[in-house]
C-alpha cells in the first residue's frame, strides 16, 4: 500500500527545513557569518539560482556548498517526483473507476435512473432498491459524488441534461427515469430528451409550480410530482383528518405490521383473466384487499363492484402482507 501523499509532503518539509537549518548553521560556526548571511547563501544554494558566493568561501566552506546543492537538487527531485505521481496516479484511478463503472452500468436492461442526488432522490433511490430495483444515479456534484463512491452505488458523474450523459446511464435499456432537479427547465429538458430515445420508458418529473408541471406532461412525462404541494395537502390532511393520516402512516411505512399497498396487472390466460370478483373470492383464498381497480383507458374504479369481471390488462391495486401479496400475485400472472 502507498505511503498517503501527505505524509511524503511532510517528510520533503523536515527534509528541506533541515537542510536549511544545518547548512545556515554551518555558515556561522566555519565562515563565521552573520545569520542573515548564512542563511541567504543557504538559500540560494538550495534554489541552485547560480549566483557568486556574498563572501570568499574556505575550503570547508565549498565542501558545505556542494553537499548543499547535491541534497537541494535531491529533495526538490524527490517533491517533484512526489507531486508527479500522485497527479498521475489519481488521474488513473479515476479512470479505471470510471472505466469499470460504465462496464457495470452498460450490462442493466430494466433499470431506473435517477437525475440527482439530493434529499428526494436520495429516498427514491432507498425505496427502489428496497424493493429490489437496479438505479443508476446521475450527478455533477463533486461532494455528493464522492459520497456515491463511497457507498458503491452505481453511479455517474456529469450533467443529466447532456443526451451522451443519458445514454452512458443505459437509457435505451433503462425502464424508466426520475428527474429531481431543482431547475424545472433542466426536468423539462431531461423529459424530452428521454421520451425521443426511448418512447416507452416510464417518467416521473419533479416540479416547482402548477406552470412547470403542465410543461413537463406536455414534454412527455408519465407522472408529474409536486413535493411542496403533496407536503401542503399532507400537512392539511393532518390537522383534518389525522385517523387517515395513522392509518396511510401504518399501512405504508410500518414494518412490524407488514402491510403493503402493490398494484398488479391481470395476465392474459391467468386464473383471474375472465373472472368476477365475487368469483374470484380474493379475500378468502389470498388475505388481500383490493383497494381499486384501473381498466385500461378508463377511470380508477375506487371499491369495485363484486359482479365485476376481471380482464388482462387490468391494474389491481391491492393491500396486505408480504405472504398475502405473493399469493395473489401468483392468481394474477
Given at each position: 500500500?502507498?505511503e498517503?501523499?501527505?505524509?511524503?509532503?511532510?517528510?520533503?518539509?523536515l527534509?528541506?527545513?533541515?537542510?536549511?537549518?544545518?547548512?545556515?548553521?554551518s555558515?556561522?560556526?566555519?565562515?563565521?557569518?552573520?545569520?542573515?548571511?548564512?542563511?541567504?547563501?543557504?538559500?540560494?544554494?538550495v534554489?541552485?539560482?547560480?549566483?557568486?558566493?556574498?563572501?570568499?568561501?574556505?575550503t570547508?566552506?565549498r565542501?558545505?556548498?556542494?553537499?548543499?546543492?547535491?541534497?537541494?537538487?535531491?529533495?526538490?527531485?524527490?517533491?517533484i517526483?512526489?507531486?508527479?505521481?500522485?497527479?498521475?496516479?489519481?488521474?488513473?484511478?479515476?479512470?479505471?473507476?470510471?472505466?469499470?463503472?460504465?462496464?457495470?452500468?452498460?450490462?442493466?436492461?430494466?433499470?431506473?435512473?435517477?437525475?440527482?442526488?439530493?434529499?428526494?432522490?436520495?429516498?427514491?433511490?432507498?425505496?427502489?432498491?428496497?424493493?429490489?430495483?437496479q438505479?443508476?444515479?446521475?450527478?455533477?456534484?463533486?461532494?455528493?459524488?464522492?459520497?456515491?463512491?463511497q457507498?458503491?452505488?452505481l453511479?455517474?458523474?456529469?450533467?443529466?441534461?447532456?443526451?451522451?450523459?443519458?445514454?452512458?446511464?443505459?437509457?435505451?435499456?433503462?425502464?424508466?427515469?426520475?428527474?429531481?432537479?431543482?431547475?424545472?427547465?433542466?426536468n423539462?429538458?431531461?423529459?424530452?430528451?428521454a421520451?425521443g430515445?426511448?418512447?416507452p420508458?416510464?417518467?416521473?418529473?419533479?416540479?416547482?409550480?402548477?406552470?412547470?408541471?403542465?410543461?413537463?406532461?406536455?414534454?412527455?412525462?408519465?407522472?408529474?410530482?409536486?413535493?411542496?404541494?403533496?407536503?401542503?395537502?399532507?400537512?392539511?390532511?393532518?390537522?383534518?383528518?389525522?385517523?387517515?393520516?395513522?392509518?396511510?402512516?401504518?399501512?405504508m411505512h410500518?414494518?412490524?405490521?407488514?402491510?403493503?399497498?402493490?398494484?398488479?396487472?391481470i395476465?392474459?390466460?391467468s386464473?383471474?383473466?375472465?373472472?368476477s370478483?365475487?368469483?374470484?373470492?380474493?379475500?378468502?383464498?389470498?388475505?388481500?384487499?383490493?383497494?381499486?381497480?384501473?381498466?385500461?383507458?378508463?377511470?380508477?374504479?375506487?371499491?369495485p363492484?363484486?359482479?365485476?369481471?376481471?380482464?388482462?390488462?387490468?391494474?389491481?391495486?391491492?393491500?396486505?402482507?408480504e405472504?398475502?401479496?405473493?399469493?395473489?400475485?401468483?392468481?394474477?400472472?
Open positions: 500500500m502507498h498517503p501523499i501527505y505524509r511524503k509532503i511532510i517528510i520533503v518539509a527534509l528541506l527545513t533541515g537542510l536549511i537549518a544545518g547548512s545556515t548553521i555558515y556561522i560556526v566555519i565562515e563565521g557569518w552573520s545569520f542573515f548571511d548564512a542563511l541567504y547563501m543557504t538559500i540560494i544554494s534554489a541552485t539560482v547560480g549566483y557568486g558566493e556574498i563572501h570568499n568561501l574556505s570547508a566552506g565542501i558545505v556548498t556542494m553537499v548543499i546543492l547535491v541534497l537541494g537538487v535531491g529533495i526538490f527531485g524527490y517533491a517526483n512526489i507531486l508527479t505521481a500522485a497527479t498521475v496516479e489519481g488521474h488513473l484511478k479515476e479512470y479505471w473507476y470510471r472505466k469499470k463503472m460504465q462496464k457495470n452500468i452498460s450490462k442493466l436492461k430494466g433499470h431506473y435512473i435517477i437525475c440527482g442526488y439530493g434529499r428526494i432522490g436520495k429516498t427514491i433511490n432507498e425505496m427502489l432498491q428496497d424493493k429490489g430495483y438505479t443508476v444515479i446521475l450527478e455533477n456534484h463533486q461532494p455528493t459524488y464522492e459520497t456515491l463512491k457507498q458503491g452505488q453511479h455517474l458523474y456529469g450533467d443529466a441534461t447532456q443526451e451522451d450523459t443519458l445514454l452512458a446511464a443505459g437509457l435505451k435499456n433503462a425502464k424508466g427515469i426520475v428527474c429531481v432537479l431543482q431547475s424545472d427547465p433542466d423539462v429538458y431531461i423529459t424530452l430528451t421520451r430515445i426511448n418512447p420508458i416510464m417518467i416521473i418529473a419533479r416540479a416547482s409550480d402548477k406552470k412547470a408541471e403542465k410543461r413537463l406532461l406536455q414534454a412527455g412525462a408519465t407522472k408529474v410530482i409536486s413535493p411542496y404541494e403533496i407536503g401542503a395537502k399532507r400537512m392539511a390532511l393532518a390537522i383534518l383528518k389525522p385517523t387517515v393520516i395513522d392509518f396511510l402512516d401504518l399501512a410500518s414494518p412490524e405490521l407488514d402491510l403493503n399497498i402493490e398494484q398488479v396487472e395476465a392474459p390466460q386464473q383471474l383473466d375472465g373472472v370478483m365475487i368469483a374470484a373470492n380474493l379475500r378468502q383464498k389470498t388475505g388481500v384487499t383490493v383497494l381499486a381497480i384501473h381498466k385500461i383507458a378508463q377511470q380508477m374504479m375506487i371499491s363492484r363484486p359482479e365485476h369481471t376481471l380482464t388482462s390488462g387490468d391494474v389491481l391495486v391491492v393491500m396486505g402482507t405472504e398475502n401479496l405473493n399469493k395473489f400475485k401468483t392468481m394474477a400472472y
